[in-house]
């Protein structure tokens, strides 16, 4: 219990910085919302697991030396971020394309059969596996929670609790934003909702690839 005292307002503070993450915009995010919007609740909802694992992989592998091998290896990160930037300007293809469509196109409030769950569970891992900005957060978590001498038992209470968090937070997202009232005011602004995603993909995309 003295153990657990000790060690647990760092754990807290590392879930806090994961809530932080979560409700401030980035391309998971918006991702998700485009994904939801268009092709329905059970389509968003894989896509919100497919994140969920993600950061879950994410989390093992920072709490495994991610950030000692980013130091040694510093191409790493680049390849990375080069990867996410690539990853992020076809996010803002489909986006246009589908900013170029018809307005009378529609959303669907629950099931898509053109695509399968694995489809967008693929989707949604790629998205987060790619993402410098997951991967530089949980630098910061497990940096903020897991201090030096800490037993495995408080990095593993961090990385499964984060990853619980994402994984729950990007479902309710997923919900929320294929609500019936969310997607009547898709169905009248849909142009105007995919051309302001695709140019935040773009932009941040280009901003992986060109900054250094």
């Known amino acids: ?7 647990l307002p760092g754990i807290l503070l590392a879930y806090a910085a994961l809530l932080v993450g979560l409700i401030s915009p980035g391309p998971a995010l918006m ?6 919007l268009g092709d329905g609740r059970r389509a968003g909802r894989f896509f919100a697991l497919g994140i ?8 093992v592998i920072t709490l495994s030396g991610l950030s000692a091998l980013l130091v040694a290896y510093a191409d790493a990160m680049y390849a990375i971020r080069i990867a996410g930037g690539c990853y992020l300007l076809w996010l803002a293809y489909k986006a246009f394309k589908s900013a170029a469509r018809p307005a009378t ?18 989707r949604g891992l790629a998205l987060h596996l790619t993402n410098p900005k997951a991967i530089l957060t949980w630098i ?13 038992w408080v990095g593993m209470a961090i990385v499964a609790g984060c990853g619980l968090l994402s994984t729950g937070i990007h479902l ?40 250094r």
């Open 1 to 7: 219990m003295a153990e657990l005292q000790m060690y």
């Open 31 to 36: 991702a998700l919302m485009g994904v939801s």
């Open 140 to 152: 910061a978590i497990i940096s903020i929670g897991f201090q030096p001498g800490a037993p495995l």
């Open 105 to 122: 196109v529609a959303a669907k409030a629950d099931n898509d059969p053109r695509q399968s769950p694995a489809h967008y569970y693929s």
């Open 52 to 59: 969920g694992s993600g950061s879950f992989c994410i989390g």
């Open 172 to 211: 309710f997202y997923a919900t929320a934003f294929s609500t019936r009232p969310v997607i009547a005011l898709y169905r009248r602004m849909a142009r105007w909702i995919n051309g302001i995603l695709g140019l935040f993909f773009a932009a941040i995309g280009l901003k992986l690839l060109f900054n």
